[in-house]
């Protein structure tokens, strides 16, 4: 159930020279985009030279921050103040059941990580993590968007999926291509389209993802009619590309109307079972109804 917050009770509680800092924080734009996260919400926060990641929820009745900085509990840090009045403004959803992330059960791998990152020291997890960047491309993005060092204004990721998606148009053109050249391009896009989701959502990341959609379901009839052959399901590429199409559509905070539209418009241009309109059922709203049982394009 949904929690609404008197934001002056809220304020008058957080002791002042806390609410400062966090007045500071904010005016100094320091509080980066909000996320969900255990039906509470999360930011990275910025504080001089160190980021940090304040999460601010309710707890058994209480509302309860955790962040990194290693203040926890009903005693919030400005980061977690900071963070809960940008919520409060973006008129966020707050459960009123919520769960820290450090209060979730954890995969026995990650708990094994975790340990061995705390004996490193500074200098070695920083050398482990630049480097294990510079080989991996979408662990590059997380790691400079987690340091906020990304924005709207970065078109790499947008430059790369849109030539992967050139690519793509075109593996067919010829005469001496196989089967197998059609897989490599569909994984091409599946890598692609999650480094470009993994940096700041913008229109143009999603026209062009949408235009992916129909490249990928053009060439999804080879693999169709090729079925004793192939290695790759189309379902294997097409849901990474209208899962983040889906991703884009909500991050970009697109009105029913819209979102009913652009699925229109690749449902009219599809030949193949590519798009799966029932995970778009809650961004649908009253047109979820009309459009359920559609088939895909």
């Known amino acids: 159930m949904a929690v609404r917050i008197d934001v002056e009770a809220f304020r008058d509680s957080i002791p002042t020279v806390v609410d400062e800092i966090a007045a500071r924080l904010l005016a100094d734009g320091n509080v980066g985009e909000l996320g969900s996260a255990g039906g509470g919400v999360q930011a990275l926060v910025r504080d001089h030279d160190a980021t940090f990641q304040p999460w601010v929820g309710i707890v058994d009745g209480i509302f309860t921050g955790d962040c990194d900085c290693g203040i926890s509990g009903d005693d919030l840090c400005a980061h977690s103040v900071a963070a809960a009045l940008t919520a409060f403004h973006a008129g966020a959803t707050f459960s009123g059941a919520a769960t820290p992330p450090g209060a979730a059960p954890g995969v026995p791998e990650h708990a094994r990580y975790l340990r061995a990152v705390q004996r490193l020291?500074?200098?070695?997890?920083?050398?482990?993590?630049?480097?294990?960047?510079?080989?991996?491309?979408?662990?590059?993005?997380?790691?400079?968007?987690?340091?906020?060092?990304?924005?709207?204004?970065?078109?790499?990721?947008?430059?790369?999926?849109?030539?992967?998606?050139?690519?793509?148009?075109?593996?067919?053109?010829?005469?001496?291509?196989?089967?197998?050249?059609?897989?490599?391009?569909?994984?091409?896009?599946?890598?692609?389209?999650?480094?470009?989701?993994?940096?700041?959502?913008?229109?143009?990341?999603?026209?062009?993802?949408?235009?992916?959609?129909?490249?990928?379901?053009?060439?999804?009839?080879?693999?169709?009619?090729?079925?004793?052959?192939?290695?790759?399901?189309?379902?294997?590429?097409?849901?990474?590309?209208?899962?983040?199409?889906?991703?884009?559509?909500?991050?970009?905070?697109?009105?029913?109307?819209?979102?009913?539209?652009?699925?229109?418009?690749?449902?009219?241009?599809?030949?193949?079972?590519?798009?799966?309109?029932?995970?778009?059922?809650?961004?649908?709203?009253?047109?979820?109804?009309?459009?359920?049982?559609?088939?895909?394009?």
Do not use: K
């Not at 990721?157 to 059609?182: H, K, M, N, P």
């Open 121 to 297: 020291s500074p200098h070695q997890l920083a050398e482990l993590v630049a480097g294990h960047a510079a080989r991996d491309r979408l662990f590059a993005t997380l790691l400079l968007g987690g340091a906020g060092m990304l924005d709207a204004a970065d078109t790499s990721g947008l430059a790369d999926f849109r030539t992967a998606v050139e690519d793509a148009s075109t593996v067919t053109a010829g005469s001496r291509w196989q089967i197998s050249d059609v897989e490599t391009t569909g994984e091409r896009l599946a890598a692609e389209v999650e480094i470009l989701c993994a940096h700041p959502a913008t229109p143009a990341a999603l026209d062009l993802v949408e235009e992916a959609i129909l490249v990928w379901d053009d060439l999804s009839g080879h693999l169709r009619d090729a079925y004793h052959i192939t290695r790759t399901e189309p379902q294997e590429i097409a849901e990474p590309l209208v899962g983040a199409h889906r991703y884009l559509c909500e991050r970009l905070d697109l009105a029913s109307d819209e979102i009913a539209q652009r699925l229109n418009r690749l449902l009219e241009r599809c030949h193949y079972d590519t798009v799966d309109v029932d995970i778009y059922a809650d961004l649908l709203a009253e047109h979820a109804v009309g459009m359920a049982g559609t088939a895909g394009c």
